[in-house]
């Protein structure tokens, strides 16, 4: 059984190297992940994966990760999972996005397996 610690870190860091890549070197995202016509919207979902991951990173490194944490990784990471499976199933992305998939589906049972998250009370933001 793994700590939910580790399994937040881990999302956290996956996500922001993911959210961060497009944002700081869009050729190379665009050369392993096929043409995209919306540029803009793929900056979107990058500043959004890095906002998120950073979250679930910081939550996992002060060892905070309370079910709210968790259902944020584990909704996120199924999320992901099924456009990667969805799109890429039906031509419309490129299949390299389904290793994208299997690794949020392990992301989700890393969650599934962990150990309870903290049930933290706290006033304060």
């Known amino acids: ?27 190379s995202f665009i050369w392993v992940s096929g043409p995209k016509e919306d ?14 991951g950073a979250v679930l990173l910081a939550a996992g490194l002060h060892r905070r990760v309370t079910a709210e944490i968790k259902w944020l990784g584990v909704g996120g990471a199924a999320s992901m999972a099924f456009i990667d499976f969805y799109y890429a199933l039906n031509d419309v992305i ?9 690794a949020e589906l392990f ?11 903290q049930n933290t009370e706290s006033t304060s933001l």
């Open 1 to 27: 059984m793994v700590k939910p610690a580790f399994v937040s870190k881990l999302q956290g860091i996956y996500w922001t190297v993911t959210g961060v890549w497009p944002l700081v070197h869009m050729p």
């Open 39 to 52: 540029l803009w919207l793929v900056r979107t979902v990058g500043l959004l994966l890095t906002v998120i």
């Open 94 to 102: 490129w299949n390299i996005y389904m290793l994208d998939g299997v």
């Open 107 to 117: 992301l989700i049972a890393l969650w599934v397996s962990a150990k309870k998250v």
